[in-house]
Nanobody, 123 residues
Framework: QVQLVESGGGLVQAGGSLRLSCAASGRTFSSYAMGWFRQAPGKEREFVSAIAWTSGSTYYADSAKGRFTISRDNAKNTGHLQMNSLKPEDTAVYYC????????????????WGQGTQVTVSS
């Protein structure tokens, strides 16, 4: 089992920045990839970004490219999502998740999920 706990959400004005964190515990995380998803009210959960825990390879949804940066701290077993130039349409609950299979953007391919953290961007 893997436990994930997000933190760092909040209210920010458009153009501002937030840094989300996801602390992983339980089973050794090195064999997993960590993904970030978001879900706005009335919408489906959508992929944002993912990082392979061992290699550090990353990929992003088009909506995140150039504005968001995913990273991980192996020593602390913590992943981060740095979000810059935030827009009102980025408002959502953000979730981190873990999968044993690299390259997944479908939330159904992720086995473990955090509880989510609210990000609200005001205009």
């Amino acid at each position: 089992q893997v436990q994930l706990v997000e933190s760092g959400g909040g209210l920010v004005q458009a153009g501002g920045s937030l840094r989300l964190s996801c602390a992983a515990s339980g089973r050794t995380f090195s064999s997993y990839a960590m993904g970030w998803f978001r879900q706005a009210p009335g919408k489906e959960r959508e992929f944002v970004s993912a990082i392979a825990w061992t290699s550090g390879s990353t990929y992003y949804a088009d909506s995140a490219k150039g504005r968001f940066t995913i990273s991980r701290d192996n020593a602390k077993n913590t992943g981060h999502l740095q979000m810059n130039s935030l827009k009102p349409e980025d408002t959502a609950v953000y979730y981190c998740a873990a999968t044993a299979f690299w390259g997944q953007t479908d939330p159904n391919e992720y086995d473990f999920w955090g509880q989510g953290t609210q990000v609200t961007v005001s205009s």
